[in-house]
């Protein structure tokens, strides 16, 4: 009768009393670790066809996707996302009149970040801005081409982000990231012209 492992996982190992069977005990044991060790498919629909019947997922198991390098864990119901792997960060265009490196915190970007299971929207760097008119509008948009629709969020998100104090009433002006993929950012005035908007620390979910 087969006995089981020492550590209370349910690996079951043949005793010297059964029946000599290589294929059956090197099975046995293998099909054992896989589910308990990080199994690796080309995608979700890879995997969805393969964990089936006498394979199918169990509570706690672990799955890397490598189309969207995620790891997953299955709860007992479904697949979980709890982190991905590292997103490069991609420079945003900006809209005319922005410019690039703002106060010397480098170039405005974006990454898809994941946070235990939550996928959120992260920037970086900041943009000048070297005129206003007289009067400027109360809101400028400040990139040229929407975000991917990978990096939206699914409802209008709105957090503060900080400014520069020279030219500037204030430090603080007020971003939108837009559900259409731009960021429009609120507070200018004739008394709030900063020469520069900066975006390290925003994250947003998605």
Known sequence: M???DDFGQGI??????????????????????????????????ARAATLVGSAAPVEGME???QDVNRLDVYDGTSWVAVSTGASAWTTISLASGFTQ???????????LLNISGEESLQLR?????TSYPGSPPSSYVINSTALPSA???????????????ISSDRIALKLDVQTDGYLQVYGFSSGVKPPW???NGVIVSL
């Open 12 to 45: 079951q190992i043949a005793s010297l009393t059964d029946q000599p069977d290589a294929g059956k005990l090197a099975k046995d044991i293998t099909n054992a670790l896989a589910q308990r060790g990080t199994m690796r498919f080309a995608s979700a629909s």
């Open 151 to 165: 990096v939206r969020p699914s409802t209008l998100r709105t957090v503060l982000i900080p400014c520069s104090d």
């Open 125 to 129: 760097g900041a943009v000048n801005r």
């Open 63 to 65: 799955t890397w996707l």
């Open 197 to 199: 908007v900066g975006f």
């Open 101 to 111: 490196n703002g106060n010397s915190n480098g170039n405005l970007q974006y990454r």
């Open 2 to 4: 087969p006995i089981t």
